[in-house]
């Protein structure tokens, strides 16, 4: 049994832990046996101490029922403090770091029943210097990042859950790039608290899952709100297809799946636009890339300050690109992103639901880095909530999606008409 | 000439040091002197290790002019991390608390030359349950919180500066009460990496000392902006006049203070108008306090779950009212919020600045705790930057001012506009 039971979907595993048809003992034994034969290949765990994820498992079974993630073995990402495990932000800086605490978004998981099976890898402080995760579909291939050991370990079936960050595209392109659902709330609804800062206007908490309604379940706990619990949908939503600027970057694969997103979703019913691309080219990407250099120079002066020997190469360019942008510049650059935010969020008058590529295409190899946010990096400035749906297979057999946009603060749509979306996408899979 | 020093100003210490005519030792040592002479009455300080203190400023001495803060004795607050000085985040759950690390504007600070002189004492988490600070005015009164100890130690010349946070009126608050000048930035400038927080779309890192120009030269160095050093401003500005909803709950010496700032500024050229008040009653007050305690319960997740008995009695009854407040009512409120920001931005096309009471009135005793955030909540709420201006004492003998509120991200134009303000109100004080 222990070596399917690491298979099951959190929502499924929740139903069989409430009933005690299933011990957490059991199903964490099943996460760490596939941990056991897979991670010398995936490198997925920062930190894993199987003892002391037993020894949660085992208290969750003698007690009672704490809630909606009763027993769910969840992957944290080493950017939240942990009191009981290490904490590193993918830094040597934090070598020998033991938080007092837990993170908030840690607390409401662990409040909720939830086990912390470990820390997965992070990037460099959640930037671009990679840890050492590969694609558990192939690992000569890069899973992403920063979130990279979280979406790894949920592609693998390492956990149901995990939790991760976006301050660019750290959720959606690690869950592109492994072929699972990754979702970054609006910005502001998942407390930050315990959670290394990056860039503050940006840094948004969020999670993987294996469904969509698996990620709902987490988000309910995250955002305290119980309506992501269930996503029944039963219209036809109105759909915006976006290119968005940096559509001469899309390769193949991901052009392919977004003509075949918008034929199988209209032949289902939807309503299908292909929206048009804003005339002027007001360089989004490079907007947000400014802000989140501006920024994290700011958040990481202590580092910068002490350990600047202990930064990676990238990390030190980007912090001393920052140097170079002046306050008020920097101030201009953000009231020209709330414009933009309010022009996208204008855009669901119209459209209940826009779908848009998460990345170029397949994932890079491995020594090639962890890929490119471009694609991302808009919508995270713009605040607005993102979900990536998996449904295609590219030319090197890697996964390959779109990623799903709502109006701000209307997570709870977002999501049940994403599930819809994936339902049908995912019953026509398209395969290159 | 160490029984002087301490009293020096930011500016006036920074050039002397600057010039090495100065030492950081002697300054120090000045501020040593003068906490060791009144901290047993005024318990202004969490953490103070003298022989570090004076350790930093022999490092300093011997080398380069490192910034602007070159040699500065700072006072921070007990909610920012130091690597250097326990951080108890005025709880007992932290007693043993060591950070690994700065906070981003500690860091800030010590890369412009300031030295750490201690922690000082803050409320609760930066909430309502008091620390042991007395009013240095009177030991008999509150200084106000929650940046209690930050306030106290500057007004009474233990330091030329400080650093204090507030979520609902914990820098102008206890500015006023202690007749200093307090400066709440606009939302959002000030890095919050390694700050305890609290309310997320509310924690706002500030400053204190004894003119405006002093607060200047902090935030210049706190915001990256040097525009902040240099407060010079040749107009008369367009003053409003603004009683807020509160006006009910203004005591005498306040409403003697606004209409005596209305006639001297007035009388110095400015063009002084009454604002209307809103025609609906918006309870602005009830709406921050609400979207408030909804974060806080959030962000305090990990000490409501595995330290409950260690909060306070009005901590634990904010979180309970917390738990009634549902997420889309939050929501609901988090969109009044901008509305009203989205309005008080609009004032700013006829007014220039605009002054407001920032407390009640004189203190509180020490015994009923730390006074109301009333008169700032929904400036805090707004995002506005404020400015405290003491230049009025009450009929306790104890300080009275207004505070001065600008528009958002025009921080540099406050200040200078709130120095002239100060200046004029200054040379004609109101003792009644």
């Given at each position: 049994m222990s070596t399917v039971l690491n298979k099951l979907g959190a929502l499924e595993a929740a139903r069989l832990l409430n009933r005690r048809e299933l011990t957490a003992e059991q199903l964490v034994r099943a996460c760490l046996a596939r941990i056991e034969q897979r991670e010398p290949q995936i490198h997925a765990w920062a930190e894993l101490d199987p003892d002391h994820a037993l020894a949660q498992a085992r208290a969750l079974d003698k007690g009672p029922v704490r809630g909606v993630l009763h027993g769910l073995p969840l992957a944290v990402k080493d950017i939240f403090d942990t009191h009981d495990l290490p904490t590193r932000y993918g830094s040597s800086i934090y070598a020998r770091h033991h938080p007092d605490a837990d993170a908030a978004c840690v607390a409401l998981c662990r409040e909720a029943?939830?086990?912390?099976l470990g820390k997965s890898v992070t990037t460099e402080f959640a930037t671009y210097h990679p840890g050492p995760t590969r694609n558990p579909r192939n690992p000569a291939y890069t899973p992403g990042g920063s979130s990279s050991g979280s979406a790894a370990a949920v592609a693998d079936d390492m956990a149901p859950l995990a939790l991760g960050t976006q301050t660019a595209g750290s959720i959606i392109r690690p869950a592109a790039y492994c072929g699972i659902i990754g979702f970054k709330p609006s910005f502001?609804?998942?407390?930050?608290?315990g959670t290394k800062a990056l860039a503050d206007s940006l840094d948004t908490i969020g999670g993987f899952a294996r469904s969509v309604e698996d990620v709902g379940l987490l988000a309910s706990v995250l955002m305290r709100d119980?309506?992501?619990r269930n996503l029944a949908y039963s219209g036809k939503p109105r759909i915006g297809m976006f290119r968005t600027q940096q559509w001469r970057h899309s390769l193949p694969e991901t052009r392919a799946a977004y003509e075949h997103a918008a034929r199988v979703l209209s032949a289902a019913g939807a309503r299908v636009e292909e929206m048009p691309l804003p005339a002027e080219d007001c360089a989004v990407a490079q907007l947000h890339a400014d802000v989140m250099a501006y920024e994290s120079a700011q958040s990481l002066a202590y580092e910068r300050q002490a350990h600047a020997g202990q930064l990676s190469t990238k990390l030190q360019t980007m912090l001393q690109a920052a140097a170079g942008i002046a306050t008020q510049d920097y101030l201009d650059l953000r009231a020209r992103a709330a414009k933009l935010a309010a022009r996208v969020d204008s855009w669901f008058d119209q459209y209940d639901i826009v779908l848009t590529p998460s990345a170029s295409g397949e994932p890079p190899f491995f020594e090639q880095g962890t890929g490119d946010p471009q694609f991302c990096r808009g919508w995270t400035m713009c605040g607005v909530p993102a979900v990536h749906l998996p449904f295609a297979q590219g030319p090197q057999g890697l996964p390959v999606g779109l990623q799903a946009i709502g109006r701000v603060n209307t997570d709870h749509a977002l999501l049940a008409m994403a599930a819809w979306v994936h339902q049908e996408l995912a019953s026509q899979p398209l395969v290159m």
């Open positions: 029943g939830a086990l912390v502001g609804r998942v407390p930050r608290a119980e309506r992501l």
